[in-house]
Every structure is written in structure tokens, then in C-alpha cells.
């Protein structure tokens, strides 16, 4: 069979292949979208920052209140600082701008009181020492204060240590300007704070000057604690209600209290401010533990410890001042509702006898304090008002636990001593 040998037919190709160059950019495909855009600048006349703010309070740098106070938030810590600085040199220029906004101007700045970063801190709280607080009277503020004081607290409870230390620097501002209304209505939530933060010495064991700040800020705030609970002085025409009335009546007008006024510790509770002073007791002699050892340190005594000391024992002396003050008021007449004068005082004696061991272990151990190196006059002086504090503090106790329960003759003599020169060398 022959076998036919036919070929296939060729047909035409579809398209013709282009061969590039190797190295060579292709040509852009013909149905390609033109994303090019185009853009003129259009120059209006008059368009200037100066002449929309004409009339406005401005700053040196032509920046109003409003958009400073938006930069308080700007994520950028140097706009942040360089706006508070803004401000302060805006109310400089213009200081009605202050009294018209402080509210607004309050609650944008009260959040910086624990900002991240040391420097707006810092320069927040010159900026409410220089310019803010001295020009706000304390019966304009109202309100505010409970707004500062809540970001306060809420510095007091941050993880980062430098930012609850630095909040107790804003607490020693406010109480400075604004005593009559801080002092007694934060009072429980105020002590609570120093407890907790005297409590967690790790954050002191380097650096005692951090430890200085904290009791010299406790030492501040319990001073004008006591001096806001003194009863003042009755005038010349009362003078009989306080021997007693003569007739079968009883007056029935309160006896004059201080600015503050008993009526509101009544309302914080009697019990409640005595348990958070006695809080402070134990925290304070754990510190005098950590500070004691610095007396025996070489070549010298180290005075930095010792100004701790000496702030510890004026922190024990007035919180035992206060607690007393607190007992102190008749119960029957204007506190109403709380413990009796008697049950408050047996109370109290139970507790400074349950803390009586602490406190000799403590403080009367190695009394009267010295050195056996050769000291400074300056850091024996030091010595002399260690002493002297221990034995006014001792001298308070007395009023629950009695002197049997005490080493009286060791404070004795040494007033004795100290009253014939013999002071210790």
C-alpha cells in the first residue's frame, strides 16, 4: 500500500511576537490610565494668621488660648511643653484671659499632672505656682478643686514612681493656696496615699532624697491638719459658757470653730481619720529602721538620713497630736452619731499599747542617740533634735499609756541634762 506523504497546510499566526531588548523599560500599554495631576498654587489677597487673629489674646508667637490648649494633648512632648509655656506667657499679656476660661483652661491642664514625660510635669507645675493659683481666689474655685484633686489622685496611683512622687509636689501646691477647702474634705484619701507610698521603701533605698521630699510633703499637710482642727478663741462676751451655764437652760448656740469648721470632720467620720493617722505609725517607724543604721556609717553620720529621722519624728509627733485633738471634742455636742469621748479614748489607749513595744524597740533602744565618731557641729545638732523629738513624742503617749509603761527616767534625765548644758558631744 503506498503510503501518502502530505504535509500539513500552515496557517497564519494570531499576532506577531515583539522580541525586547534585554535592559530596555517597556512601553507603557496602550490602554493605560493617565494618573498624572496637576496642581497651581492660588494666592488670595490678605491671607495672613495676624489679621484673622486682629483682635483676639495672643501670645508672643500669635497663639490663642484655644489652640494652646489643644496642644496640651499633641502626642509630641515638646509641643505639649512648649504650649504650657505659651500660656504662661499668654496670661502674662493678658491676664483677664485667665479668670474668664479657668474652667476649661483647668480641665485641659489637670490631666498633665501625670504626663509621661518629667519636663511637661515640671513645667505644669510652674506654670500653676507662678501664673494660675495665685491669681484664682480659693472662693472662685468651687468645683475645680475636685478636679485637680481627682488627677492628683489618679498621679498617686501610677506604676511609674517618679510620677506619684511628683504628685505629691502638686498636693503641697494646692493645700499651699487653697488650705481651708483640701485639707479636711481629702483628708482620708490624702493619708491613704502617703501610707501606701512611705510603705513601698524600695523606691527610697538609693535615693533618700526622694524619701526627704515625701515626709517633708507628710510633715506639711499634717501641720495644717492640726492647726484646721483648733478650736479658736471664744469672744469676750462667751466667755461664762466656758465655766459652765448659771441658769436650768442650755445654750443652744455651737461653740466657734475654726474656718473649717468641726462640722466637716464630722462629716469624714472620726473613726475613719483616726484609723488612717494610726496607719501612718507603722510605716513611719519601718522607716526609721531603714534610716537608723546611717548613725554608725563612716567616716561621718550620713546627714541626709538624718534629716529623714528628724522628719519621721515630727510626722509621729503630729499624727499623735492630731489623733489626740480628734478624741478631744465633746462627742455629745458636736459630734453626733460617732463614738463617745470615753470609748474613743479606750479605743485609742488600746492601740498605742498594742504599738507601744514597736515604738521603744524603735525609738528608745539606743536613747539618747550619738556617735562614737568625731562629728560635725552641724550633725550634732542633729542628735540633740532627734533626742528632743523622741522625748516629745514620748511625752504624748503619756496621755494613753501612762508613764509605768514607759522608760520615763531615761527622758528625764536627759531634759535634765540638757538643761545644765550637758548636751551630748
Known sequence: MVRSNHKAKRTGADFKKIKHKVGRRLPPPKNATKIEIKSKAIILPEQSLTVEKE?????????????LLMQTTHHNTSVRKDALSGIKDLFIRHPKELKLHKLAIIEKLSPRISDADKGVRETLFLLLKSSIFPCLEEATMGPLISIIMAHIFNAMTQLAFDIRLMAFKFLDLVVQHYQSTVVLNYVDKVLRHFADLLGKTSGFTQDKGKLM???TSLVHYLSCLQSSTQLTNLAPDQEKDK???????????????????????????ISVLVECLQALVPVLLEGWAECAPSMCSVPSPDS?????MVCILQGLNLVFKCVRKMEAYDSSELLAGTASLIQNKVAMGKWVKAMLPFLIHRLLTLFPLSSSLQCSQKV??????????ICEITLEITNWAGINCLPIERILEFMENSLEGQIIH
Open 213 to 215: 521630699d515625701i515626709l
Open 55 to 67: 483682635g483676639l489674646a495672643v501670645n508672643r508667637k500669635q497663639q490663642t488660648l484655644k489652640e
Open 304 to 308: 541626709a538620713c538624718l534629716e529623714c
Open 380 to 389: 550634732e545638732e542633729r542628735f540633740v533634735t532627734l533626742n528632743t523629738g
Open 243 to 269: 465655766l459652765g451655764t448659771l441658769h436650768g437652760y442650755k445654750s443652744s448656740l455651737p461653740k466657734k470653730l475654726s474656718a473649717i469648721g468641726i462640722e466637716n470632720i464630722a462629716d469624714n467620720g
